[in-house]
């Protein structure tokens, strides 16, 4: 008998579709992004200092774009304002709207700090409509003196040691909201909000180190392969830590064996048997964890490390973005009857279709050159920072 037969009818078609599954890979590329930025500028790892400030306008660009998917997923999302102003204390996603609220006026604010002594000199050196947009950034302030610039790395320390709980809270949150949902088995678990974080800040590290390579490459400029390899370094650790913990909850279940483990093992083992065990975890996962062993333990030559990090860096996006598939998608396509499995076939041209995605994608990356106008990526030699 088929297995549709036993899937109810509610449960026939997915509900949570494929802007559920880019809004937490979208705030995932925030989070990962401001770790590198946090080692800098709290943990004082000197050798990050090149990627510091483009890791900050990298979070900056993809935050802003981050609520995107879920409006568009939306029925009324001219609506949505009203889980702020009318709060429910009970309500997850009332709680989710003041995390993103205080993740981007904390980012905002940092990358303002950051970028004063810069903004300065260009207000000085620009006219128009750019003298008026930089003399609104700085705060109509042309103090660079030692003591204020002591003072602006006081405070950028500050608010940085803020912004790491913060954005634990914002991508940890979205692995809540999922495994707060009680009726679904393979969702259900406290492992989720940690696997949800650590991967966020592989997929935000390998992002960073890809776009950098990429920009540097294309635009001839002059690449810190330093810099990579501590961040390669990075990306391994918390890739380990990801990859350990997605692994701890699939065989725990599967030790466990709980009532629902034989319909959760099905699911695996069947609709999602390509995307999880061959792309998820065998082509995603055990190639990268072979690529960075070789990468971090071994010393690799300059020709060969700089397209290998790249490489590497692309394979765990994918990785990240098949584990969100496989939770956000793969979660609904087992009935609550837990008795069978239905289908979901993403369409080109639909709302929550595949162009949608790619045009969703493609906007952060051009918040990221808007803002790479006012914000200069790179910091000159000679140019004071902080």
Known sequence: MDALNYVFPNDIHVHWSMMIVLYPYLTGLVDGSFIVAALYYVFGVKSLKPISRFSLVFALAFLSCAMLPLLLHLGRPERNTNMLITPSPSSAMSGAGYIFTVSIVLIL??????????????????????????????MDS?????????????????????????????????????GGVKANPSWSTPLMPVIFLFSACVSGISALILTYILIKTITRRPLDLDCVRTCVNILAGFF???????????????????????????LLNGQLYHSFWIWQVGICSIIPLLLLGWLCLTRVKDSLFKPFAALVSFILLLQVIFMRWNVVIGGQ???????????????????????AVIFLMSLPFIALFILSRIFPLWLDSDEASV
Do not use: N
Request: charged share 20%; glycine share 6%.
């Open 109 to 138: 604010l940092i990358v303002l700090f950051v970028y004063r002594p810069t903004l300065v000199k260009l207000r000085l050196k620009t006219k128009g409509i750019m003298q008026v947009v930089y003399r609104l950034l700085t």
């Open 142 to 178: 042309t103090d660079l003196s030692p003591r204020s610039l002591e003072l602006d790395r006081k405070i950028i320390k500050v608010l940085v040691a803020i912004g790491i709980p913060v954005a634990s809270v914002l991508h940890g949150y979205v692995g809540f909201l999922f």
């Open 240 to 266: 380990i830590l990801a990859f350990c913990f997605e692994m701890l909850e699939v065989f725990s279940h599967s030790y466990l064996r709980t009532w629902y483990h034989k319909s959760v093992a099905g």
């Open 333 to 355: 396509l087992m009935s609550k009857s837990t008795r069978g499995y239905t289908e979901f076939h993403p369409e080109w041209f639909d709302k929550e279709g595949i162009l």
